[in-house]
């Protein structure tokens, strides 16, 4: 058997990519006692699942297209998520101004966020509404010219990329071997049967057979036409767009929740540390998920959007840190406007066996994991069990202490990589040796957010982060220049404006 484990035995269960979706079924399976591989072609969570506006939301704006079972569905996982990831998902207040002549006014918005609650069924902190003066005193920045009220909800927020790693995490914890940088290449048969797949390693070159008596597809928006025939061939999928800005520069002091003026779609402002993150643009898209990026009219329309809600902060392009985008998975593609199409998720077995899931959100993988586990279970002919992944907690919590100890062993290890961020040396250790990451991009994008928080996106840095890691990864003097080349290419391909 070789190193990866992945050969030489049968697997009760191979799920092909690493997203939040993957991750998520991985640790299930786990839990559940079957015998589990994933495979992920890059990182975990560098889909995506790497890209999302990182709320764990209801969804109010869901409401309006009258997806009530999505909302009500979204709310509870979020519950669920604050429970067993209190350290990954935490409560967010967000404030909705309202101006005069708004499309969502007053009553509305008042008779939307009281369902929210009582879709909550008590469990969450009740809403507030806001004269215009209560709105100005919350975030003093907003244009006051025609505001009218506002409101104050609640919801909630996360890390998209650590919540991923933890579940990848988790569902190693539980016994199920999980592969990054390991692409499926071909779908194994017999007698016209899936039965596992071939998948190639990304650093070794090497390849392997995974056999497996059932495959769930969890590859998102990648077009996997050639891996699984039409049931694998992505639809067009529906853009998102996000930019960063210095927070003191648009000067909000939370979440605000706002219509453009654009086109009277429902936009964010989110609170990232220092920095404020605007998001998020919705069009049909024909880009490659590998090479997605922001344009031009992307940034424009967010920054317009921001700078008609913050007027004196006069955004420009030259506020933007970074800009990137990503790809919704969406069960269906209707026609017309993209943000109306639903955001529910679909599982569908073809002839061959494979379970095949798309759609879906962020906010509401546990309960799709459980539904798709609840199949494979059927599918290997076992009796269904209860989903265990709504009571034990996710991993993670114990991260900050790891890094303090390793700043406490090596005092080099607690240098900030850059001033002003909060990520050392440690960060890096800590991500090769506890959180599988093996490349820089693994360790600036994902088990850090540098990369997001740097106007070079980390460039500057990269050679230094390589030494550091260096002597985990085994890497010699060439292979470091080698991945660093590697980063700067995905940086530039992730974060250009074009
Ligand atoms: C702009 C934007 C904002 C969003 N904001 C939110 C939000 O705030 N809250 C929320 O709840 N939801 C949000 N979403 C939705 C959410 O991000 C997605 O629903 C979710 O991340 C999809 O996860 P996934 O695992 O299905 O797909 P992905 O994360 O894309 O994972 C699929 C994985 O499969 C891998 N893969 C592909 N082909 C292969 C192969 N042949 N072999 C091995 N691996 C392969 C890919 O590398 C990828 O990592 C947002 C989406 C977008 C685009």
């Not at 879709?119 to 902190?125: I, K, N, V």
């Not at 034990?392 to 919590?397: D, H």
Request: hydrophobic content about 40%; aromatic content about 6%.
């Amino acid at each position: 058997m070789r190193m990866t484990g992945l050969s030489g035995q049968d697997f009760d269960l191979l799920v092909i990519g690493g997203g939040i979706t993957g991750c998520g079924v991985a640790r299930d399976a786990a839990m559940r006692g079957l015998k589990v591989a994933l495979v992920e072609r890059d990182d975990f969570a560098s889909g995506t699942s790497g890209r999302s506006s990182r709320l764990v939301h209801g969804g109010i704006r869901y409401l309006e297209h009258g997806q009530l079972h999505l909302v009500y569905e979204s709310i509870r996982e979020r519950q669920t998520l604050l429970r067993i990831a209190p350290h990954l998902v935490k409560p967010l207040a967000f404030t909705w101004p309202i101006y005069r002549g708004a499309r969502v006014g007053r009553v509305r918005l008042s008779a939307g966020l009281l369902a929210y609650y009582l879709m909550a069924g008590g469990r969450s902190r009740r809403h507030s509404n806001l004269n215009s003066r209560e709105t100005l005193e919350r975030e003093p920045s907003l244009e006051s010219t025609g505001l009218t009220g506002g409101a104050v909800y609640y919801d909630a927020s996360t890390d998209d990329a650590r919540l991923t790693i933890a579940n990848a995490l988790a569902a190693r914890h539980d016994g199920a071997i999980v592969a990054s940088h390991t692409l499926a290449t071909g779908i194994l048969h017999s007698r016209e049967k899936a039965v596992g797949a071939t998948v190639s390693h990304r650093y070794s070159g090497e390849t392997d057979e995974v056999r497996s008596r059932v495959i769930v597809n969890a590859t998102g928006v990648w077009d996997n036409g050639l891996l699984f025939n039409k049931a694998g061939r992505r639809d067009r999928g529906s853009k998102g767009a996000h930019i960063s800005v210095p927070r003191e520069r648009i000067g909000n002091r939370d979440a605000l929740t706002l219509i453009s003026p654009i086109d009277g779609r429902v936009m964010f402002c989110l609170p990232a540390g220092t920095q404020t993150i605007v998001g998020t643009t919705d069009n049909w898209t024909d880009e490659s998920p590998e090479a997605v990026h922001a344009s031009v009219a992307d940034v424009d329309y967010l920054l317009r959007s921001a700078n008609s809600y913050f007027p004196r902060a006069e955004l420009t392009r030259a506020d933007i840190v970074s800009a990137w985008a990503g790809i919704r998975p969406l069960a269906s593609a209707p026609e017309g406007n993209p943000s109306a199409a639903s955001r529910e998720h679909s599982i569908v077995t073809d002839n061959s066996g494979v379970i095949h899931i798309t759609g879906g959100k962020l906010t509401t993988y546990r309960s799709m994991a459980a539904e798709i586990v609840d199949r494979v279970q059927e599918a290997l002919g076992r009796k269904r069990e209860r989903s265990p992944t709504d009571s034990v907690v996710l991993p993670g919590a114990e991260r900050a202490n790891g890094i303090a100890r390793l700043q406490r062993d090596d005092a080099r290890l607690s240098e900030l990589l850059v001033p002003g961020l909060p990520y050392t040396g440690a960060h890096l250790v800590y991500g090769v040796s506890e959180e599988m990451a093996k490349s820089l991009s693994d360790l600036l994008i994902r088990r850090t957010h540098l990369a997001f928080e740097t106007r070079d996106h980390g460039v500057g840095i990269a050679a230094r982060a390589a030494d550091i890691v260096a002597p985990l990864l085994g890497w010699d003097d060439q292979t470091k220049s080698a991945r660093v080349r590697e980063f700067s290419q995905d940086v530039e391909r992730m974060f250009a404006i074009s």
